[in-house]
């Protein structure tokens, strides 16, 4: 008797959820197809008057496509780099996160078109290529500097990449040893799978590779993006960390602090006249002899003056010309 | 000629018999299969890992490092899950069998009826929603009740995890206590015995084996979650034994670290070392949670 009591109100309670959901899609489903209706009457009406279509032909990429994927510290650079070139020439281009790791192995692994990293492709992932037949071409886009930033209680304006690599390394772990408070120091890290990870690895707490068997104290938070890097650096005290010069704005808009390193202040110029010491290429890889039109096209944008003042514009540093 | 027919048609309704239950046997098959080829398929990318890799650092390793000299030491990781684990199944385990008590025995039929498909609804809330929920609720607030410097800890975790696993163990337990059948209530009540005396004296034992099934579903789900404690315990691979400080755990680790790996590296395979560990240690719960369940029934 439970049991069918049970399965009874069970059934009510499901088609009751059923019902509602249909009457909404429903509801909603109506509202679309009438927009859809009107949309398609209104083109129909434009497509009498003969501008339209010839003015989607003229865009060459059109119903072609791209796949960009890797680092996610290029975003904010690479998206309106693609939506702008989809703007100029057509074609849809979709861009991917993921980490600079993601972007190098799927170019070997022949998924995307293009992919971005925020650091060169390593010797085993080149290995990793040549044993799969594929020649991985390198473009430098643009530049980055690597800025460091504190919590807005932390009083410390300067440091050295000394200081720096004794701090992520677990030397330093109380920020009254270089001229602060007497608080312990909150390490924040990006994951393993970030370019800017890799590169702050091996140009600070390796000190430019001349201490190769420095390595990150296990006391480090591995955070995911450099959002939620600035997210946990702005809401806790005492935090240090180190991100990339395109998210430097959004963070001191947020209140935490920037740092000297080596007495240089972080910003496009000391990076593009090489005063700043932590500073980096980034790049594009794709497979030679693999590249679309559209990818030559979009490559060439990107390199454009054009394109490089959406570099510039993001908070990245462009080329020397 | 009637007879033929009739013949015909039930030599056709055997056919049809033998068809769907071979079909039925087919499907239950292909799942077997797939699990043996989940199983196949870690150890094959694992073997590079164990076969290279001298297994006591791995499993007494103290240091996760695969970028710098790789280094996988299993300890750290390890600890952060058990810890994450047993933080939440110290949560979930009296909120959750105090719940299905509620419900099984001393709520009106209405509120019953009510209250526990809304619970069995709250399981079908996505992880990645509620690590956001956890990551702008309890993180903030386990870091000012406990004024800490930062709120992305383990207790973080195991309070989301908690509730991740209360709707499988109310569900399971209410089951388990609506399975005790009511004469064994009835002869206590006879003997003089009250309500509350009835229930964790005859009641909550007859139940236990289901219960305790239960609690091992929900410990197999805290353990293989993923996605909300990558948000909400910093992923610090640091070995503490304290519930207010990051930690790592190894499912965090295998999706964190995946995307960056060369595909046949060390750090690869030994991410499938670490998955198998994992999928052992999960199938292993799920299995002994199966035997009591099945116990139940047996009870019944």
Not at chain 1, 13 to 42: D, H, K, P, R, W
Not at chain 2, 81 to 87: D, T
Request: glycine share 10%.
């Amino acid at each position: 008797m439970k049991s069918v009591r049970k399965s009874k109100i069970w059934m009510l309670l499901s088609l009751s959820i059923i019902v509602s959901f249909l009457g909404s899609s429903l509801l909603l489903g109506c509202n679309n197809t009438e927009g859809a209706v009107t949309e398609e009457s209104a083109t129909s009406g434009e497509s009498l008057t003969k501008e339209e279509p010839s003015e989607e032909a003229s865009l060459p990429y059109d119903g072609k496509e791209l796949l960009i994927s890797g680092s996610t510290t290029l975003l904010p650079f690479v998206e309106p780099a693609a939506a702008a070139f989809m703007e100029e020439f057509g074609g849809s281009i979709t861009v991917n996160g993921g980490g600079s790791g993601v972007g190098v192995s799927e170019s070997i692994n022949g998924i995307n078109d293009i992919g971005s990293a925020s650091r060169q492709a390593r010797e085993g992932e080149i290995e990793e290529a040549t044993k799969a037949g594929i020649e991985l071409v390198e473009v430098t886009i643009a530049y980055d500097g690597i800025s460091v930033i504190v919590s807005k209680n932390v009083s410390v304006p300067e440091l050295t990449i000394r200081q720096l690599s004794d701090i992520f390394r677990g030397e330093i772990t109380n920020w009254n040893e270089v001229g602060g408070d007497d608080a312990e120091i909150i390490l924040a890290s990006r994951d393993s799978n970030s370019g800017t990870f890799e590169y702050f690895l091996e140009s600070v707490v390796q000190i430019g590779k001349s201490e190769k068997d420095n390595d990150f104290s296990p006391m480090i938070l591995s955070l995911q993006s450099n959002a939620d890097v600035v997210n946990t650096v702005t809401t806790n005290d005492n935090a240090i960390a180190y991100i990339s010069l395109g998210y430097l704005q959004e963070a001191l808009d947020k209140g935490a602090n920037a740092v000297t390193v080596d007495g240089v202040y972080p910003s496009v110029e000391t990076v593009q006249d090489g005063t700043y010491p932590i500073s980096r290429g980034l790049y594009n890889y794709y497979r030679k002899g693999d590249l679309s039109e559209m990818g030559e096209a979009y490559l060439n944008f990107l390199l454009s003056d054009e394109g490089q003042q959406i570099a510039l514009d993001n908070g990245f540093v462009p080329l020397n010309k | 000629m009637l007879w033929m027919e009739k013949f015909k048609k039930s030599k056709f309704r055997i056919f049809k018999t033998f068809l769907i239950s071979k079909f039925v046997f087919i499907n239950g098959i292909i799942s077997i299969v797939v699990l043996g080829l989940i199983l196949a398929f870690l150890i094959y990318n694992s073997l590079k890992f164990f076969s290279s890799y001298p297994f006591f650092d791995f499993i007494s390793g103290t240091r996760w490092s695969p970028t710098v000299n790789e280094k996988f030491g299993f300890v750290p990781l390890m600890v952060g899950s058990l810890e994450v684990a047993f933080g939440a199944i110290l949560i979930a385990v009296p909120l959750g069998i105090g719940v299905a008590i509620y419900i099984g025995e001393l709520a009106p039929r209405l509120v019953r009826e009510t209250l526990k498909p809304i619970i069995e609804v709250l399981a079908t809330i996505p992880s990645v929603v509620l690590g956001f929920i956890g990551l702008k609720t309890v993180v903030p607030f386990v870091k000012n009740i406990f004024s800490l410097s930062i709120g992305l800890t383990a207790l973080s975790g195991s309070i989301i995890l908690a509730f991740m696993s209360l709707p499988t163990i109310i569900s399971i337990s209410e089951d388990a206590i609506n399975a005790v059948p009511n004469g064994l209530r009835n002869a206590s009540l006879a003997l003089g015995a009250n309500k509350w005396e009835t229930t964790y004296k005859i009641v909550v034992p007859t139940a236990s084996s289901g219960i305790l099934a239960a609690v091992m579903l929900g410990l197999g789900r805290i353990i293989g979650e993923t996605m909300a404690v990558l948000m909400i315990t910093g992923n610090s691979p640091r070995i503490v034994f304290s519930w207010l400080q990051p930690v790592r755990t190894i499912t965090a680790t295998i999706a964190a670290e995946m995307g960056e790996t060369v595909q046949g590296g060390l750090h690869y395979s030994a991410l499938f070392g670490i998955g198998l560990v994992l999928f052992l240690v999960t199938f292993l719960t799920n299995f002994t949670a199966d035997r009591f369940v099945n116990r139940i029934r047996n009870i019944i």
